[in-house]
């Protein structure tokens, strides 16, 4: 993201220019490949991070019942849209989203929780599930960048802004 405001700064000449327009079949070569690849990284962690959050909201009990209910309800709503829009961003480079729990769970660097934790243990589980997806954000943020694919970092960066801002709030619940 830096790194394109500091090429607009310094000046692009006419052939690097032309290298931004769109071309068909821009994304058939080994640059779609690796977006996809990042892509699909990222959709495997969240769908068992999504997975985490069903399994916490219906098994969550005790004093902190009705917020991490609601917090996880919240979070996995918009967790399917997000992991649609991924999918669909992997197919626009011409590859195959994985599809599969076995395909996630080999893909994820975030684990299942086969167990039911305290109220307090789900939301620091969710709390580090946080902080591996926006690493794969900011690296696919990244990957985009280097290539001038706006569509998939400007999806990224949506998505970060809103990822900090629950980091921040399971942060506080688990301190209180």
Do not use: C
Not at 20 to 44: F, H, I, Y
């Amino acid at each position: 993201m830096a790194k394109r405001i500091a090429r607009s700064n310094s000046g692009k000449t006419a052939q690097t220019k032309k290298k931004t327009q769109m071309k068909p079949q821009r994304w058939a070569g080994s640059e779609g490949k690796r977006l996809a690849d990042s892509l699909n990284t990222l959709l495997a962690a969240y769908q068992v991070h999504y997975q985490k959050l069903h399994n916490y909201h219906w098994n969550v009990e005790g004093g902190e019942f009705f917020e991490l209910h609601a917090l996880t309800e919240e979070q996995y709503g918009l967790a399917h849209a997000d992991i649609d829009e991924i999918a669909e961003r992997i197919r626009v480079f011409q590859q195959r989203p994985l599809s599969t729990f076995a395909e996630y769970l080999a893909a994820s660097p975030i684990t299942e929780d086969r167990q039911v934790p305290p109220a307090t243990k789900m939301a620091a589980n969710l709390l580090a599930d946080h902080e591996a997806l926006l690493r794969l954000m900011y690296a696919t943020a990244d990957l985009a960048d280097d290539v001038d694919d706006l569509a998939t970092e400007s999806m990224m960066i949506k998505f970060i802004a809103r990822f900090e801002k629950q980091q921040w709030m399971l942060r506080a619940f688990t301190r209180g």
